[in-house]
């Protein structure tokens, strides 16, 4: 992938905690954004241990969390209207359109999403 910068959606993130080699060398070089969707689903799992909560904190430390912006909002309306997208879906694709950044993400409904460049990872 060309690029130093990229959004990456939250299932890429649990790849990487689930141990992906792949993402973890092809997040450890880059600069990493996520929406703050993101960040709140990380951190809001039920069964969340303590060990790994500050494993997410420290991962969250390195990347650079956008919160939402009157354009996230409006272009997320359009994209879940457009598109059809579940609401955090929304508003992570537009973090990537509001930074004109490729978003990396395991999700294919989201290749559906015209007005942003997706990078589609699939597990082998």
Do not use: W
């Amino acid at each position: 992938m060309s690029g130093t910068n990229l959004v990456a959606d939250t299932n890429i993130i649990l790849y990487l905690f689930n141990g992906d080699n792949f993402i973890a060398d092809l997040l450890n070089e880059i600069q990493v954004y996520i929406s703050f969707i993101t960040e709140l689903e990380l951190l809001s799992f039920k069964s969340l241990t303590l060990s790994e909560q500050k494993k997410i904190e420290s991962f969250l430390q390195e990347c650079t969390i956008i919160d939402v912006t009157p354009t996230i909002k409006q272009t997320a309306v359009r994209f879940r209207k457009e598109y059809s997208l579940k609401l955090p879906d929304a508003i992570i694709s537009a973090t990537a359109h509001f930074l004109n950044l490729p978003l990396l993400t395991a999700d294919k409904a989201m290749k559906k999403v015209k007005d942003i460049d997706i990078v589609l990872f699939e597990k082998e």
